[in-house]
């Protein structure tokens, strides 16, 4: 199946600095990727859908310039979560949909965020 | 009201035996759905794909009756390895709305 990458898988950092997690398709061209928060024993929730070459569209309640989303690429789109807090601290999921496929999205092994 | 529930579990199972579980979705004019497999922190997996006529795929079994708004998955011969949280998944216009889980814990 189609296979989709997070870099870093895990990161700790103080209260204050930026984080960036980058979300990669590795064997397809991802026209549309997502990103998700996973907080413990909840379900995922959608932050926004992130679309090559045009701006995220955000879900209500996600602020746009404390999670930064750039999709330069058919391959690549990054979350950038700004002046990060402990409560930003959580699991982060990107997924990927096949440009040239069906509707499945295909899941990357998530980053685990924890700001000190 | 959250849009997909689920009962969180946990069910115990014995090896071998069966196990269901439903969750129930708000929005009627979801397109699709699908359970997901969800392993402690880790990403989820595709489990199936759930059709309006039932589908089946191994020991698996899904359900969706659209007309109560709920979707099912069975369980047969219950393996240790199928220990995981399982997760409903209703797709809404291209979004994916993720149900909180149920956890199953399969014994030996």
């Known amino acids: 199946g189609a296979v989709v990458s997070q870099h870093p898988s895990r990161v700790i950092c103080k209260s204050g600095t930026s984080v960036k997690i980058e979300c990669r398709s590795l064997d397809f061209q991802a026209t549309t990727m997502f990103w998700y928060r996973q907080f413990p024993k909840q379900s995922l929730m959608l932050m926004a859908t992130s679309n090559e070459g045009s701006k995220a569209t955000y879900e209500q309640g996600v602020e746009k310039d404390k999670f930064l989303i750039n999709h330069a690429s058919l391959t690549l789109s990054t979350l950038t979560v700004t002046s990060a807090h402990p409560e930003d601290s959580s699991f982060y999921i990107c997924?990927?949909?096949?440009?040239?496929?069906?509707?499945?999205?295909?899941f990357g092994p998530g980053t685990r965020l924890t700001v000190l | 009201r959250k849009e997909v529930e689920q009962d969180p579990g946990p069910f115990n199972v014995p090896e071998g035996a069966t196990v269901a579980f439903n969750c129930t979705y708000s929005n009627s004019a979801s397109q699709s759905f699908f359970w997901y497999r969800q392993d402690c922190r880790k990403e989820p997996k595709l489990l199936m794909s759930?059709?309006?006529s039932g589908n089946e795929d191994g020991r698996f079994t899904a359900q969706l009756n659209r007309a109560s708004q709920y979707i099912s998955l069975l369980i047969r011969d219950s393996k240790l390895s199928d220990s995981a949280t399982y997760l409903c998944v209703v797709n809404s216009w291209g979004k994916l709305q993720f149900g909180a889980g149920t956890q199953v814990v399969v014994t030996p």
């Open positions: 759930v059709y309006s």
């Open positions: 997924s990927a949909r096949d440009s040239g496929g069906a509707d499945e999205q295909f």
